[in-house]
Structures are given as C-alpha cells and as structure tokens.
C-alpha cells in the first residue's frame, strides 16, 4: 500500500515538472507621439545656396616666378597694402640693375651729343665747316635723346616688374581660398588667392528655369540663415543669370541681403524663400519621420486613446509641401489628433501603444521656410 503512494506521489511531481509555464503577458510598447497643432509659417519657393561677398577679386602675381613667401592663410582677414606672398627676386632685381645701367650709357651719349652738338654749332658760325655736318651733329643729338628716354622707359618697367615680385592686397577683405604654396613655380596672372571684399553680403542660389519668371517680379524676398532661422533677413534679387548652366539648366541667381547683420559670415548656408502666405493657410506642419507610403499614397498613424494606452489607426493624407523642418499635410488629418513620429514601419495597426509625447521644438512651427521647387 506504501508503495503504491508513494508511485503515486512520484508520478503527479512528475507531471508538474513537465508542464509548460503559463506565458507571462508582454507589456505594450512605447511609442513616440505628438498632437497636431496648425502650423504658422510662411510658405514658398525656398532654394539653399551660400554666403558669398559680392564683390570677390583674383589675386595673382603679374609675373612669373617662384613663391618664396607666403604671409596669410585661408580665412585671414587683410587690409589694403598688406603683404600677401612674394616671389624669388632675383632675377627681377638683376634685370631692373641691367635696365638702369642702359640708362646711364644713353645718358652719358646724351651728353656727348649735345656737347658736339653745341661744338660745331660755333664751329659752322666761324665757317670752319660745313652745315652739312652740323646737321649730322644735330641728328645724332635727337638720336640720343630719344634713345635715353627708351632707356628710362625700359628702366621703369624694370622697376615695376621688381615690384611685382611682392603680392598686395589692393581692398579690404577676408582671403577665402589659396591655390599656391612656398616653393612653387606660378605663371604670370595664374590665381594665387581669392579675396571677398568687405561690404555687401548676398547669397548665390540656383533657380529652375520655370521659377526665373516669379523671381524677376518679386519685389523683395526672405533670407533665414541656417544658424539663425528664427532670424528673417530682408533680401533682394540684384542679378539673374542671362543664361543656364549646361549641366543643371539651372540659372545663377545672386540675392542681396540689405543691412546684413554681424552674423553674416562668408560661406554659410542660407536659405531663400519667396513668401507665399496663402498657400500655408490651415496646413498642418508634420515631422518627416510620421509620414510613410501605403498603397502608393502617403499616410501616418493617427492613436486613438483608450485609458492610459493607444491604438494606432491607419490614416491616408494629402502633402501640400515637403519642407526642410518637415511635411506641411493639407488634408486627412485635423488639429488635436495624435499622431505617431517615429518607428512608424514597425507598427501594427490595432495594437495597444503605450504613448510617449514629443513636444514639437518651438522653430519647428515658427520658421518661415518653403519647399525646395524643382520645376
């Protein structure tokens, strides 16, 4: 009978040892959300193109030679005569000496000229020669003369090509680009630097061809730094490019920023907008990262509040403009609603999300940028 019990016993432990354990719920996963809210922004044509100064000067050396001194760096702030680079001396030096010593010898002929000249000027008054020959005195005096002011002349440009040796700056500016180093062998008027001349600021742009119409008739446009894009710059178009590039068949576009600020520095990225008020009126302004493609048309996930959790709901919209701080939606979602923001390709519709809200940073919806126009 004990052992019956005790079989007995030893079976049921066996049976609980074997059984699978009851699975253990998992709990929803969290998601990143955020409630829509009207977008105040300025919408329009925006193109991104770069600060430059708008005047910009090549600087080069007049003769050729070899770099034998470079004085300043990319970025280096100049004013005008300062010493730039120079080149080996040398044979400049030896050629402005060679030149002034020609002049000397024309000068000293000069003088013997004239002094025979003057000679037989007395001599033909006391008619102990002929005029014939004072005529030849007097033609080898003008030869003289003209020939010390040939060796003057050459003398001179002895001088400058000496002068030339030295590279000056001739404005004020910021030297934004050096092509030569110390040692190197340049050409006459090959590019040694780049200088951006102090002054007026503009940004240079690319404008498709369908939008250089709209831009001729702008009266004035917006330019926002990428530094600063709460900041709107007053800009005006100053010059259209008559003809497109061959590559892009895009036109240069050179858009002066009036009473450009400190902030303003060669080489940033700017962006220039074309305000088009009316376009971004009731658009509702999305990060990029809600939207995803669903059937070939776009959408997001719009959750709908059950307690303390949500439930994703698939939602088609209309995409008036993509934007470069996000997606201004003209239809198919409504202020209020709450939206998704991230992960969008890994939700399931119908599951339970536990929500995570993202509050939208403030330049989100208060810049006044456009879309980028291609066409």
């Given at each position: 009978?004990?052992?019956?019990?005790?079989?007995?016993?030893?079976?049921?432990?066996?049976?609980?040892?074997?059984?699978?354990?009851?699975?253990?719920?998992e709990a929803p996963r969290p998601v990143l959300v955020q409630k829509?809210?009207?977008?105040?922004?300025?919408?329009?044509?925006?193109?991104?193109?770069?600060?430059?100064?708008?005047?910009?000067?090549?600087?080069?050396?007049?003769?050729?030679?070899?770099?034998?001194?470079?004085?300043?760096?990319?970025?280096?702030?100049?004013?005008?005569?300062?010493?730039?680079?120079?080149?080996?001396?040398?044979?400049?030096?030896?050629?402005?000496?060679?030149?002034?010593?020609?002049?000397?010898?024309?000068?000293?002929?000069?003088?013997?000229?004239?002094?025979?000249?003057?000679?037989?000027?007395?001599?033909?008054?006391?008619?102990?020669?002929?005029?014939?020959?004072?005529?030849a005195k007097e033609t080898s005096f003008k030869s003289a003369a003209?020939?010390?002011?040939?060796?003057?002349?050459?003398?001179?440009?002895?001088?400058?090509?000496?002068?030339?040796?030295?590279?000056?700056?001739?404005?004020?500016?910021?030297?934004?680009?050096?092509?030569?180093?110390?040692?190197?062998?340049?050409?006459?008027?090959?590019?040694?630097?780049?200088?951006?001349?102090?002054?007026?600021?503009?940004?240079?742009?690319?404008?498709?061809?369908?939008?250089?119409?709209?831009?001729?008739?702008?009266?004035?446009?917006?330019?926002?730094?990428?530094?600063?894009?709460?900041?709107?710059?007053?800009?005006?178009?100053?010059?259209?490019?008559?003809?497109?590039?061959?590559?892009?068949?895009?036109?240069?576009?050179?858009?002066?920023?009036?009473?450009?600020?400190?902030?303003?520095?060669?080489?940033?990225?700017?962006?220039?907008?074309?305000?088009?008020?009316?376009t971004a009126a009731g658009a509702l302004l999305v990060p990029a990262?809600?939207?995803?493609?669903?059937?070939?048309?776009?959408?997001?996930?719009?959750?709908?509040?059950?307690?303390?959790?949500?439930?994703?709901?698939?939602?088609?919209?209309?995409?008036?403009?993509?934007?470069?701080?996000?997606?201004?939606?003209?239809?198919?979602?409504?202020?209020?609603?709450?939206?998704?923001?991230?992960?969008?390709?890994?939700?399931?519709?119908?599951?339970?999300?536990?929500?995570?809200?993202?509050?939208?940073?403030?330049?989100?919806?208060?810049?006044?940028?456009?879309?980028?126009?291609?066409?």
């Amino acid at each position: 009978m004990n052992r019956s019990l005790f079989a007995g016993v030893l079976a049921a432990a066996l049976l609980v040892a074997c059984s699978k354990p009851e699975p253990v719920a998992e709990a929803p996963r969290p998601v990143l959300v955020q409630k829509l809210a009207l977008a105040p922004v300025t919408t329009g044509a925006l193109y991104s193109g770069e600060v430059r100064a708008r005047y910009e000067s090549d600087l080069a050396f007049r003769i050729a030679g070899k770099i034998v001194e470079r004085r300043v760096d990319v970025g280096a702030v100049v004013k005008p005569g300062q010493l730039l680079a120079r080149l080996d001396p040398s044979d400049a030096g030896l050629n402005a000496e060679a030149a002034r010593a020609q002049l000397a010898a024309a000068q000293n002929e000069f003088v013997f000229a004239k002094a025979e000249m003057e000679r037989y000027r007395d001599l033909v008054a006391k008619n102990f020669v002929s005029r014939s020959v004072l005529e030849a005195k007097e033609t080898s005096f003008k030869s003289a003369a003209a020939r010390v002011e040939q060796a003057r002349a050459q003398a001179t440009v002895a001088g400058n090509q000496a002068g030339y040796t030295s590279l000056v700056a001739d404005q004020a500016g910021v030297i934004t680009a050096v092509a030569a180093e110390v040692g190197q062998v340049v050409k006459d008027s090959a590019v040694v630097m780049k200088l951006a001349r102090d002054g007026e600021r503009e940004v240079l742009i690319a404008v498709p061809e369908s939008r250089i119409a709209v831009l001729r008739k702008a009266g004035k446009v917006e330019v926002r730094l990428w530094t600063e894009p709460d900041v709107a710059l007053a800009g005006r178009v100053r010059e259209i490019a008559p003809s497109a590039d061959t590559a892009t068949r895009t036109y240069a576009v050179r858009v002066s920023i009036v009473d450009a600020t400190p902030a303003v520095q060669l080489g940033m990225t700017a962006n220039v907008i074309l305000p088009d008020a009316a376009t971004a009126a009731g658009a509702l302004l999305v990060p990029a990262t809600a939207l995803f493609e669903h059937e070939g048309a776009s959408a997001v996930w719009v959750m709908q509040t059950e307690g303390a959790l949500v439930r994703p709901v698939l939602r088609p919209v209309t995409v008036r403009q993509y934007r470069e701080d996000g997606v201004l939606l003209a239809g198919g979602v409504k202020p209020g609603e709450t939206i998704a923001v991230a992960g969008v390709h890994k939700i399931v519709a119908g599951e339970l999300l536990k929500p995570q809200l993202r509050v939208a940073a403030a330049s989100a919806s208060a810049v006044p940028v456009g879309v980028q126009t291609g066409g």
